[in-house]
T-cell receptor
C-alpha cells in the first residue's frame, strides 16, 4: 500500500516551453500533497503544499506564477513549470500525506527535468 | 519546525546493526520524529515515525529518549541495499510539512 507515482520519470524540454508533471496516489486518497526540488548532491527543498480543491501554499522564494500547482482530485496533483529555463533543470519529487494519525508522507519516484 | 542534527556519514558492516543517531533538542510536544531514506536518484522512502514511544516495524526500530530530545534509528541487520542517505525529520502533525536537512550517508560495507 501507500504507492505514489509520477509521470513522466524524465523529460527534456527546450528553453521557454512549459512542462507538466503529474503526481498520483495510487491506493489511497490524499487531500494534501507536497512538491520538492532536489539539485545534485543537495537535500530536498520543499517548494509548495498542494491542497485538494484549494490554492497551493508556496514556500518563501518559490515563484507561484512559474510553478503552477493544481490539485484537482484526491489522487492527483500536477506541477507545471512554465517558461522553463536551464536553471530549472532539477529532480522534482512529489509526496502524498497519509490521513492516518502520524501524517507520514509517501514519495513518488521523482521526475528528472532537463531544460536545454 | 524543530531542526535536527545528524552525523554526515557513517559506515556499517554488512549483517551488523546500524544505529543512526539524531538530535532534536528543540522538538515541541505535538511534533513527530520521522525517518526517511533516499537511495541515489530515487524518491525518499518512508521508514518509521514516532511521537514519544519506541516504535518497531518490518524495516527498523525507532528509539526516542524520554525527554524526546534525541532518537536513534536501528537497522537490525544491515545489508548492502541499505546504503542510502537517511533523513531524520521533526514535523508538525498540523501542517504535515517536512523540512529535510542534509541527513546521514550510511555506507554498508561487505
Amino acid at each position: 500500500g501507500a504507492v505514489v507515482s509520477q509521470h513522466p520519470s524524465w523529460v527534456i524540454c527546450k528553453s521557454g516551453t512549459s512542462v507538466k508533471i503529474e503526481c498520483r496516489s495510487l491506493d489511497f486518497q490524499a487531500t494534501t500533497m507536497f512538491w520538492y526540488r532536489q539539485f545534485p548532491k543537495q537535500s530536498l527543498m520543499l517548494m509548495a503544499t498542494s491542497n485538494e480543491g484549494s490554492k497551493a501554499t508556496y514556500e518563501q522564494g518559490v515563484e507561484k506564477d512559474k510553478f503552477l500547482i493544481n490539485h484537482a482530485s484526491l489522487t492527483l496533483s500536477t506541477l507545471t513549470v512554465t517558461s522553463a529555463h536551464p536553471e530549472d533543470s532539477s529532480f522534482y519529487i512529489c509526496s502524498a500525506k497519509s490521513e492516518g494519525g502520524g501524517n507520514e508522507q509517501y514519495f513518488g519516484p521523482g521526475t528528472r527535468l532537463t531544460v536545454t | 519546525d524543530a531542526k535536527t542534527t545528524q552525523p554526515p556519514s557513517m559506515d556499517c558492516a554488512e549483517g551488523r546493526a546500524a544505529n543512526l543517531p539524531c538530535n532534536h533538542s528543540t522538538i515541541s510536544g505535538n511534533e513527530y520524529v520521522y525517518w526517511y531514506r533516499q537511495i541515489h536518484s530515487q524518491g525518499p522512502q518512508y521508514i518509521i515515525h514516532g511521537l514519544k514511544n519506541n516504535e518497531t516495524n518490518e524495516m527498523a526500530s525507532l528509539i526516542i529518549t524520554e525527554d524526546r530530545k534525541s532518537s536513534t534509528l536501528i537497522l537490525p541487520h544491515a545489508t548492502l541495499r541499505d546504503t542510502a542517505v537517511y533523513y531524520c525529520i521533526v514535523g508538525s502533525s498540523n501542517t504535515g510539512k517536512l523540512i529535510f536537512g542534509q541527513g546521514t550517508t550510511l555506507q554498508v560495507k561487505p
